[in-house]
């Protein structure tokens, strides 16, 4: 069944049938986590994140996400709510400068959709994560890529991401929007 429905896909863009290396393209790839204080909507973007992905197209089982991102690179457009997420009761940046995600296993569960099973640290807390996806290919300014796109929630309390005042939810939900699209080339 796998190989039925990505088949297509491997005859689109000629790739080998063997695991492949592909690294983000930071310029084309965005990473965004979306709250809410006091019942108001707020966006925010991690940059510069790091990833490499090992994917066999005709295996997809066997693959291996490494996504390393820096902290204290996030944007807010509001100065004075980045100090607020960098300071040592939500990310302390300066203790912990960065979170990552794992996966070392993916499943197929429908033509383009794959979902990863890994681990997220953030502030040195690792927790399980099943990371559902949609992977497409592209052909992007003459160069072969795939774009991974997902939507998934995490729970800032269980990273410790809200220490002190900030433990309560009161103002700041638990619940923390992650938006990824990301576009990534064969290395």
Request: hydrophobic share 40%.
């Amino acid at each position: 069944m796998r190989k039925l429905c990505l088949a297509p896909l491997l005859l689109l863009v000629s790739l080998p049938a063997a695991a492949q290396t592909w690294v983000i393209d930071k310029g084309q790839s965005k990473v965004i986590f979306h709250y809410t204080y006091t019942g108001d909507p707020y966006q925010g973007e991690f940059r510069n994140v790091d990833a490499v992905f090992e994917i066999d197209p005709m295996n997809p089982g066997s693959c291996n996400f490494t996504v390393t991102i820096p902290i204290g690179e996030l944007w807010l457009d509001s100065p004075e709510a980045i100090n607020y997420l960098l300071d040592i009761e939500l990310f302390d940046v300066d203790q912990f400068p960065t979170a990552s995600f794992e996966a070392v296993e993916c499943r197929l569960t429908s033509m383009d959709s794959f979902t990863s099973n890994g681990s997220l640290t953030i502030r040195n807390v690792t927790r399980p994560m099943s990371f559902p996806f949609t992977l497409g290919i592209e052909n992007n300014d003459g160069r072969i890529g795939f774009r991974l796109q997902s939507n998934v929630t995490i729970r800032r309390l269980e990273f410790g991401v809200g220490q002190g005042y900030w433990a309560s939810t009161a103002e700041i939900p638990n619940d923390i929007g992650i938006e990824v699209d990301i576009f990534a080339y064969r290395q």
